[in-house]
Structure formats: C-alpha cells, structure tokens
C-alpha cells in the first residue's frame, strides 16, 4: 500500500512512476528515465496511426447505418441525422475540456483513461434500446473518443524536427483510416448481421488498442510547469486563440474544411439510398474503400511537406478540393462514377491539407502543442458539428445539388482565408505577403548535425588556443561587425527563422563555455 501511495506522489510531482493510477504495472522498459531518451521510431508510430484508427472510428460508425437505426428505433431520418451531430458536438466537448491536459498531466494514463471510457461507452450503445439513451451515450463517446487528439502533439514531440511532418501525417493517416474503416465495416455488418454487432466490435478493437498502448506507450512527465493549474491551461489556450494569427488562419481554414468532409460523408448515404441509385449499405459502406489511396500516399506527402513550405501545399490541395466539389455541384446525382471519383480526390487532398496545417502551428511552441492542437482540432469539430448539421438539413429538403453548392462555399472560403496571409509574414502581422513567396523549407539542424557540431569543438578550441593576440582580437571585431550586419536585416518570422550551420553551432558552444556571451553570426 505504501508503494501505491509513493507511485501517486511521484506521479504528481511529475517523477517517475511503476504504476499508472498508483494500480497498474508498467513495464520496466516504458518507465521515465531522464537519462535514457525514447526513440521515436516507425513501429511506435505506427501503433499510434493505428490507435487513431480504431478510437476515431466510434465517431463515424453510425453514419452508413442510418437508415438501419431510424427503422430499428421507428423515427423518421431527420430524427436520425441528430446522432451524427450528437457525436460531433461531444467530440467537440472532448477536444476543448480534455485534449488541453495532455500538457497538464501524464500523458500515458490520460490515453489509457480515455480509452478505457470510451469503450465501456460502446458497450452501452450496443445494449441500449432507448433512443434517448442512445443519443446521450453517442454524445459521451464523442467526448471521450480524443484519445487521437493526445497522440497527434505527442507524435510531434517525439519525432526529430527533420521527420516531424512525416510522423504527423502517419497518425493523421490513422484518423482517416477510421473514418474509412468505420464506414466499410459498419455498412457490411448492419446489412448482414445487426447494427448492434458493429458496437460490440468497437469494444473489442478499443480494448485491443489499449493493451497495445499500455504495452508500447513511454511514460513522461507533465509538460506543464509545476502549480500550473487547468483553469491556466484553458485560459493560455483561449488567449492562442485570440492574439496568434497563424493558429487562427489555421483554424478559420479547418472549420470550412471539416464541414466539407463531414457534410459529404454524412449526406453520401442519403445519395446513394435514393434514386437513381438506390444502393443498400454494403455498398455505401464500400463507398470507404476507395478513400484508402489517401492513406497509402500518406508517407509520400509527409516527406513533401518536410520539405516544402507548408503555406503552399495548404494552397493547393485547398484549390483541388474546390474543384472536385465543383464536379459534385454539376453531377453527384447523374452517374455513380462522380462520387467515386469525388471520395478519391477529397480523401488525398484533405488528408495532405491537414497535415500541412498541422506543421504550420506546431511550429508556434513546443511547449504548448497539446493547446495548439486543441485549437485546431476544436475547429475541425465545430466544422463537423456544421457540415453534418447544415449539410443533412439542405440535402433533405433540398436535394444534392444545393448541397454541393453549400460545400463549394466552404472550399472557396477555406482558399480565400489561405490567401489572405502569406508564408513568411512576421508572428504578429494578420494580413499580406512580407518575406516573399520562398517555396523551399528551412532545414532543420537534425541530431546528426548538432552530433558532428559537438565532436568538431574540441577540434575549433584547440586552434583558438593557437591565435596570438591580434589574431583573436581582429576576429572579435569580425564577429561584431556580422553580428551588426545581421541586425541591420531586421527580425525574422517564425517561418524565416535561419538555421546555424555545424560551425555556427560549434562557436556557439566554444563560446558559451569559455563563460561569454554569444551573439551569432
């Protein structure tokens, strides 16, 4: 008993820990060790991609079995389409109230936590026979379904900065994975079995991903400062919201793109049910399969986006998403073959829009990820909440074409706010193009770079001792005359920041331990 006690007062000071909720054991080799840094590497990163999967799922599985739900519970189909919304809603809740304690608390018992709730959730949804019980309950699966959302920021710390693009997109490939996995999965077994079976299937796929992650996730400390309380995360993570205007261009764009996505996804159903194709829920399900091509070119543009300027790839998958919608405006009811070639084209091009936002404000802070992906996620959910509301209301009472009008409005306002700001403007500067159109990334100095800088030093000391004195004297006054060069070029962006070349690094760290001050060059 008194070793539980000791676990839960190391685990609040932010110490290292045996047990997680001062119960559990943790594998020896997962304990937090200062001295022994994790190595983030592909078969951890795929266990994250495929957790996303399997938790994100519960959010999606209702969609292709509508039809299936509003003749189980006898309501019409505009009582149904609430349930989608519900869980939107919910999971909006999550993102705002939970995801911000990935920088509070141990990020390791907090996924636990979440999905340990989330799929006994599941358990009552695939018991129920209530409605009402079901739509509470599909609201708190929404809320605990965030797990997803404490992984992506924590792939992001993890990941060396030259790999932080791709290490993002593979998780965020596990997110679109359970979007398309829960719409195939879901739409085959409620046609064939029971829309009850696809929820008890959920449970088993959550509690997969918890041993997998209890068994493979490091624990780490809170991020957070000690006495660093919620009520301050919150409030920090709402001034982000107010005063960055990187973050807020991003999530102006998030919220249009979300409301695109959900609103196809949701109202796809309904076109595919109706005339002229009438199309049973096997099929529709189906429908997700093609969005797979999204997932398998996830590697190839997130080691794009490591080096391409994020800002521009944001630009041109924004463009190709208005111009497949455009071809759902003129003939997503005239034959099958233009929702097909629509899933295809959305699921790429919203896939690697999302990454590049994702690096966009994850280079704001390291020490405010878990809040900056809050923000974003919190507007990619307030779009969703917006596209399955607005777009089951105007494709019902409207028909597809109002609706591929409405989700033209979205990608057109989404490319519109891109274009407003440029790449390379200063942190603090809302509108325009200051620093150029510069197409290229800055490349990150890598751990290679910072080794080869370290064993160089003692070889640039043993020269310095070397200089007579007007030999160093003439370099300290080279050394001021750059740095006054350097000064007179003005501040730099956060996009702009330049990157020390191995012998910058290497004078730095000669000169910091020689007691000076070092200025740069």
Not at 49 to 62: I, K, R, W
Not at 380 to 399: R, V
Request: charged share 15%; net charge neutral.
């Amino acid at each position: 008993m008194s070793e539980v006690k000791r676990d839960i007062a190391a685990a609040a000071a932010g110490r290292s820990t045996t047990r997680d909720f001062g119960l559990i054991p943790i594998p020896a080799r997962l304990q937090y060790d200062p001295e022994r840094p994790v190595k983030f590497g592909l078969v951890l990163n795929m266990i994250f991609g495929a957790s996303s999967t399997f938790v994100v799922a519960n959010l999606y599985y209702s969609q292709p079995m509508l039809i299936h739900l509003a003749q189980s519970f006898g309501v019409s189909y505009d009582r149904i389409s609430r349930v989608p919304t519900l869980v939107q809603g919910g999971y909006a809740a999550g993102i705002l109230l939970v995801t911000p304690l990935g920088d509070l608390v141990r990020r390791r018992q907090l996924l636990l936590l979440l999905i340990i709730i989330s799929t006994l959730l599941s358990v009552g949804l695939a018991a129920t026979r209530s409605l009402v019980a079901f739509e509470i309950l599909c609201f708190f699966v929404g809320v605990f379904s965030c797990a997803p959302q404490v992984l992506v920021p924590l792939a992001a710390d993890l990941a060396p900065p030259e790999r932080r693009a791709s290490a993002i997109s593979i998780v965020f490939s596990g997110l679109l994975l359970g979007v398309l996995f829960s719409r195939v999965m879901s739409g085959v077994v409620a046609q064939y079995v029971t829309w009850r079976v696809v929820y008890a299937v959920a449970c088993g796929l959550q509690a997969a991903s918890l041993l997998a992650l209890w068994a493979t996730l490091p624990d780490f400390p809170p991020k957070a400062k000690e006495g660093t309380t919620y009520r301050q995360i919150l409030t920090i993570m709402f001034r982000l919201m107010g005063t960055e205007p990187t973050l807020i261009q991003v999530c102006l764009v998030q919220v249009a793109a979300a409301a695109m996505f959900t609103d196809y996804w949701v109202t796809l159903t309904f076109l595919l049910g109706d005339k002229p194709y009438h199309y049973g829920s096997t099929i529709i399900g189906l429908f997700g399969l093609i969005g797979f091509v999204g997932v398998c070119c996830a590697p190839l543009y997130g080691r794009a986006i490591d080096r391409v300027e994020p800002w521009l790839v944001s630009i041109i998958m924004s463009a190709c998403l208005l111009l497949t919608f455009c071809l759902y405006w003129g003939a997503a009811g005239v034959n099958v073959a233009v929702p097909v070639l629509i899933t295809l084209g959305m699921d790429v091009f919203r896939q690697s829009q999302q990454v590049s936002l994702a690096t966009r404000i994850f280079t704001l802070g390291d020490g405010l990820r878990s809040r900056l992906n809050a923000c974003s996620m919190f507007s990619i959910s307030i779009g969703q909440f917006i596209g399955s509301a607005a777009g089951s209301k105007i494709f019902l009472e409207h028909g597809w074409r109002a609706n591929g009008a409405l989700i033209v409005g979205f990608c057109s306002f989404s490319l519109i706010v891109l274009l407003l700001r440029g790449p390379h403007v200063g942190r603090y500067i809302w509108f325009g193009y200051g620093g150029g159109l510069a197409w290229r990334r800055e490349r990150p100095v890598s751990a290679r770079d910072a080794e080869t800088a370290s064993t160089l030093k003692d070889v640039m000391d043993a020269d310095e001792s070397k200089q007579d004195g007007p030999t160093r004297a003439a370099s300290v006054e080279g050394d001021v005359e750059d740095g006054a060069a350097e000064q007179d070029k003005g501040p730099l962006s956060e996009s702009q920041t330049r990157v020390p070349s191995p012998v910058q690094e290497i004078e730095k760290i000669s000169e910091i331990s020689r007691g000076g001050d070092y200025q740069g060059r």
